[in-house]
């Protein structure tokens, strides 16, 4: 268990995930089985908990091990915490802060992590407003992301994956399952060279566990190799489907009207991309529309495209925005 105990008492961990769901759950609500998850089984970041001007707080550093894997050592991340009193945002910046330097840490990251607790500051609600204003005048830079659910029997999704498949057929392009120890060396080579970093680091980790069948990988390939690559994911694929690892946003409800409500049709799609030979060329719609055509082939009905930045990308496809969530990052 990659947990600090030796400073926190046990009762911090339930606290800080009831004080966090009471504040922000109606945004995004983290579940006890995903907290215990990642404190059981993650082992390539130290999760720890404590006190910050009031505020119960999980935070967490890379273990040696996800250093090797490429994490920073310089790294802090804050994953959860509860809530804010108002007038205290900068107390609360502040109480960071020094914990960074305590910790021997040059950056700090708010409102994501790297396996995600949480993936950002819910903008829809007072405290997180509050929160990005006093990490701005703090000299914090952010980034706004965004949850996308929609329909994949929708008129707009059924339009665009008839155009992605008229532009494949035309341009000789395929999406074709990873499967074999080959297959996936070949796209883990591809994603080193075209995306370093994070996304490599997550297929190595993923690939290490036996939990991870909800996943599915697939290929967009022409004749001269890979050009792209997409992970989707559908809730049914393993039961029970509300244990063990979950990806992405198949985390959270996507019927925000009913978030009691976990369908076995639900999915999620991403990290997608192509490479950077092909941007700009319409094969980022071709792939996007045919992984939406495999998630339909998959017995998905509705489909959740977590954590993006991409807007323009996704707008054709006429989803919801069900939430909106803003990234920090200083040093």
């Known amino acids: 268990m990659n947990v600090d105990v030796n400073r926190n008492s046990f009762d911090l961990w339930s606290r800080s995930l009831e004080d966090w769901n009471a504040e922000h759950g109606a945004a995004f609500r983290v579940s006890s089985t995903h907290l215990d998850w990642n404190l ?3 082992s390539l970041v130290r999760y720890a908990t404590t006190e910050l001007s009031g505020v119960t707080v999980i935070y ?3 273990t040696a091990e996800g250093i090797s894997a490429g994490l920073a050592a310089s ?6 915490w509860g809530r804010i009193p108002e007038g205290r945002e900068i107390a609360f910046v502040d109480a960071i802060s020094e914990l960074a330097h305590a910790a021997k840490k040059t950056r700090i990251v708010i409102g994501a ?3 995600h607790l949480t993936s950002g500051i819910p903008m829809s609600s007072p405290g997180g407003e509050r929160l990005i204003q006093a990490l701005n005048v703090a000299g914090f830079s952010g980034m706004e992301v965004a949850d996308y659910v929609g329909d994949l029997s929708s008129g707009a999704t059924a339009a665009y994956i008839e155009a992605a498949r008229t532009t494949a057929e035309t341009r000789g ?3 074709v399952p990873v499967v074999s120890d080959t297959e996936f060396a070949v ?4 994603i080193d060279r075209e995306f370093p970093g994070r996304w490599t680091r997550e297929l190595r980790f993923w690939r290490q566990s036996d939990e991870t069948a909800r996943a599915i990988w697939m290929s967009l390939a022409d004749e001269s190799g890979v050009i792209g690559f997409a992970r989707m994911a559908v809730r049914g694929r393993v039961r029970p489907f509300g244990q063990g690892w979950t990806p992405g946003a198949l985390r959270l409800p996507l019927h925000v009207e009913n978030p009691a409500f976990f369908d076995e049709h639900d999915s999620c799609l991403g990290p997608i991309g192509v490479a950077a030979s092909e941007r700009g060329k319409g094969t980022g719609k071709v792939l996007l529309g045919l992984v939406l055509e495999t998630l339909l082939a998959n017995d998905a009905r509705r489909v959740c495209i977590d954590w993006t930045n991409a807007f323009k990308y996704y707008e054709p496809l006429e989803y919801s925005r069900v939430r909106q969530l803003w990234t920090a990052w200083k040093g």
């Open 40 to 42: 059981g089984h993650q």
């Open 60 to 62: 967490s550093v890379a």
């Open 75 to 80: 790294t802090l991340w804050i994953s959860l």
């Open 113 to 115: 992590d790297e396996f």
């Open 173 to 175: 392009l395929r999406l």
């Open 187 to 190: 796209i883990e080579a591809f």
